[in-house]
Antibody, heavy 123, light 107 residues
Framework: QLQLQESGPGLVKPSETLSLTCTLS??????????WGWIRQAPGSGLEWIAS???????YYNPSLKSRVTIFVDTSKNQISLKLSSVTAADTAMYYC???????????????WGQGTLVTVSS | IVLTQSPGTLSLSPGERATLSCRAS???????LAWYQQKPGQPPRLLVY???SRATGIPDRFSGSGSGTDFTLTISRLEPEDSAVYFC?????????FGGGTKVEIK
């Protein structure tokens, strides 16, 4: 059974870089043939797609965040990672990683979600 | 693509039918519309993808339909455990976007 588990620092200071990791269990990223994405949800708010990745040569970013975001996979650790630079209070949110629905297709929804990791940006 | 969901809140009794609307700001292939259920403290759960295909393990009381700019999620016979917020999401154009959600309350 595929499971995703996000991890992160919990609290980040304004202007710093946020680093998040999502670890896959019950499967292997390198043989899974799916895109993997990060989505966030500010407290009491809706959902915002951040970015998705297949491998180092295939990444997609939300234009509103693209200048500050990097997404990548580490197949040796079976992880999907996200870096968000120059954070502000507006980046305070629950961050989820998820697997896309269809193999090889980023233009699909999100089938399996992790439980999320809460990030607060505050000095 | 902006997705507008209505109503904001739906308050119904068990056994009733719930009809949730998702309207897209531009026409969208039905292949690219999904619905999710989110309960407090939990991540979203995929209910429907491709506008009308139920995800694995989703009860058949949940059904999706629609095309173009108008999509609908129907819950045919509400159960108490269906109390949640429901989101639609499009993946037809970048950026992938979500609707603002409809809260379903069970009386």
């Amino acid at each position: 059974q595929l499971q995703l588990q996000e991890s992160g620092p919990g609290l980040v200071k304004p202007s710093e870089t946020l680093s998040l990791t999502c670890t896959l269990s019950g499967g292997s990223i390198s043989t899974n043939n799916y895109y993997w994405g990060w989505i966030r949800q500010a407290p009491g708010s809706g959902l915002e797609w951040i970015a998705s990745v297949y491998d180092s040569s295939s990444t997609y970013y939300n234009p509103s965040l693209k200048s500050r975001v990097t997404i990548f996979v580490d197949t040796s650790k079976n992880q999907i990672s996200l870096k968000l630079s120059s954070v502000t209070a507006a980046d305070t949110a629950m961050y989820y990683c998820a697997r896309h629905v269809e193999a090889y297709n980023v233009w699909s929804g999100f089938y399996v979600w992790g439980q999320g990791t809460l990030v607060t940006v505050s000095s | 693509i902006v997705l507008t969901q209505s109503p904001g809140t739906l308050s119904l009794s068990p056994g009733e039918r719930a009809t949730l609307s998702c309207r897209a700001s531009r026409s969208l292939s039905s292949d690219y519309l999904a619905w999710y259920q989110q309960k407090p403290g939990q991540p979203p759960r995929l209910l429907v993808y491709g506008a009308s295909s139920r995800a694995t393990g989703i009860p058949d009381r949940f059904s999706g339909s629609g095309s173009g700019t108008d999509f609908t999620l129907t819950i045919s016979r509400l159960e108490p455990e269906d109390s949640a917020v429901y989101f639609c999401q499009q993946s037809g154009r970048s950026p992938l976007t979500f609707g603002g959600g409809t809260k379903v309350e069970i009386k």
